[in-house]
């Protein structure tokens, strides 16, 4: 026991705890420290390359954009230097970058590895992959990247180079593979070398793939028909035509969900290798039937304004048709509803425009809204329960949100191929644990809500409590420095509870021979 100055009680070096103990857990819980651990062989760096490794992929966890911003200033503000014993004097961009480019040459054994915890973590199977595509852009010129390339952005940014990234998902949304393809590839192309790619990793056996319309060409389903590989894919809407009157029939279709019905359909052609699921959803006809009616508002109110310039001044006819392909081209959809004439005067100078709307065409488009058609070989009778696989594929679309917007994926700082390639493989790993956390929480009850769990728990800190002493017995005053895990609010320690994580109980004893006289 000690006398203790009150007053003298402060707190320093407050660190973000909560979020870093949370990834450093899912880190350890998908054994990837054992992993790297093996794989890596030590040799004479100050920081085994695991933990460089475990550094930049819980960094990226916490929604770090760069090893640079790591190095400088977040490192310091965490506690990932009490959770992994290494100093912040030992973690600079350099180490960060060299524990980059050894964790780039991972790439194989870690999809591998995750597979086989997913299966004895989950029970997770692979019969059943969904596939899509998302792109990520470049910061700066990526002169030495050889796949970087301005081609379809699907951030908005075509003024920049960009990469393309395959990912490959289960049902329940945990990626087990990816891969990177120059950034103008065509998204048709990569259907091929994926399903190989999966095939080599995984096996033959017959699974079914989930594919978006944008990924399939008749060349592409032939390449599934020959291996024998199952598919399940969207068509794009133009096809939806041939099934006009089956779309109108009001017979034969069943509600799978409030707003949502399906039917079989017969083939076009009277074959019998695939089937054909044809639904229509009462939301999506409202969401799209609105969206056509803005795009036809906002290009006929620019049409009328051109209409009106020219009929106070003529001009040119090229001028015209170049300012008209502008606008048309703004709103695709819109444009095939309407036919615009360039009316000429005796001059031949463009005096006007002649605006009619394609009945026909605005019959169809409000026939088709909320309409769509799904295309299988699977054997499977029932229509509701392949929509339901279909719709599947919003795990991997979510997924894509989640690595964008949470785990920084873009936009990318690196140049070098290499290092994009290792950024893309931290972002896959980082990826990982949020799934795995996702399936932690609903086998706990805890919903799947993965991003406010985090919000929640990143409010616990740790601190060093400065506490002066005086023994008994004794004139001279020091200061013991306490290390401690703040205690975090009931509901937040309810959660860690349920997913049974302890926080330290005590208090760690860092210093305690600095005194109030300085001797």
């Known amino acids: ?266 083939h076009p052609d009277g074959l019998g290798k695939e089937q054909y699921v044809l639904c229509r959803s009462r939301s999506r006809r409202e969401k799209e039937g609105a969206m056509m009616e803005l795009a036809r508002a906002r290009l006929r109110q620019r049409l009328d304004k051109i209409h009106a310039d020219l009929q106070r001044r003529p001009k040119v006819s090229s001028k015209i048709e170049r300012r008209l392909g502008l606008w048309l081209g703004r709103f695709p959809a819109a444009e095939r509803l309407l036919e615009v004439t360039v009316e000429r005067d005796d001059q031949g100078r463009a005096c006007g425009l002649k605006i009619l709307e394609r009945t026909e065409r605005v019959s169809w488009a409000q026939q088709a809204q909320g309409a769509y058609l799904l295309r299988t070989n699977c054997l499977d009778k029932d229509p509701a329960q392949l929509w339901r696989w279909y719709m599947q594929l919003t795990q991997a679309e979510e997924t894509f949100r989640i690595s964008k917007s949470d785990l920084n994926l873009r936009p990318v700082f690196h140049q070098k191929t290499h290092r994009v390639e290792a950024h893309i493989l931290v972002c896959f790993l980082t990826l990982a644990l949020w799934r795995t956390l996702e399936m932690w929480m609903q086998s706990k009850g805890l919903g799947d809500c993965a991003r406010q769990l985090i919000k929640e728990v990143a409010t616990i800190r740790s601190m060093d409590v400065i506490v002066p002493v005086k023994e008994k017995g004794s004139e001279q005053a020091r200061e013991v420095r306490l290390r401690v895990v703040a205690r975090p609010d009931r509901a937040v320690a309810e959660l860690l509870f349920r997913l049974g994580l302890e926080l330290p109980s005590g208090p760690k004893i860092v210093q305690n021979v600095v005194e109030k006289n300085g001797g």
């Open 1 to 266: 026991w000690a006398q203790v100055d009150l007053q003298g009680v402060r707190v320093e070096r407050v660190r973000d705890f909560g979020a870093v103990y949370l990834g450093l857990a899912l880190w350890r819980r998908l054994g990837l420290h054992k992993l790297l651990g093996e794989l890596i062989e030590s040799g004479r760096e100050e920081v085994p390359w695991e933990l460089t490794a475990c550094i930049v992929t819980v960094a990226r966890w916490c929604g770090q954009k760069s090893e640079l911003e790591v190095a400088e200033r977040w490192y310091a503000d965490s506690a990932l230097e009490d959770l992994l014993g290494v100093s912040f004097s030992q973690v600079n961009d350099a180490r960060l970058y060299r524990g980059l480019d050894v964790l780039h040459g991972l790439k194989d054994p870690l999809c591998a590895h995750l597979q086989q915890r997913y299966e004895s973590l989950f029970g997770v199977g692979f019969e059943f992959l969904l596939y899509d595509l998302t792109s990520t852009y470049f910061e700066g010129q990526a002169l030495k990247n050889e796949k970087a390339a301005r081609g379809y952005s699907r951030d908005q940014r075509p003024d920049c180079k960009q990469i393309n990234i395959g990912l490959v998902v289960t049902s329940e949304g945990l990626p087990i593979g990816y891969e990177t393809f120059a950034g103008n590839t065509a998204d048709v192309t990569t259907v091929e070398e994926m399903v190989k790619l999966m095939e080599d990793k995984y096996g033959k056996p017959k699974r079914i793939w989930v594919l978006d319309r944008g990924m399939i060409s008749e060349e592409n389903v032939d390449f599934l028909l020959q291996r024998q590989a199952l598919y399940i894919i969207g068509t794009p809407k133009s096809q939806l035509k041939e099934f006009q009157a089956q779309l109108l029939d009001p017979n034969d279709w069943s509600e799978v969900q409030p707003g949502v019905e399906v039917k079989w359909v017969a």
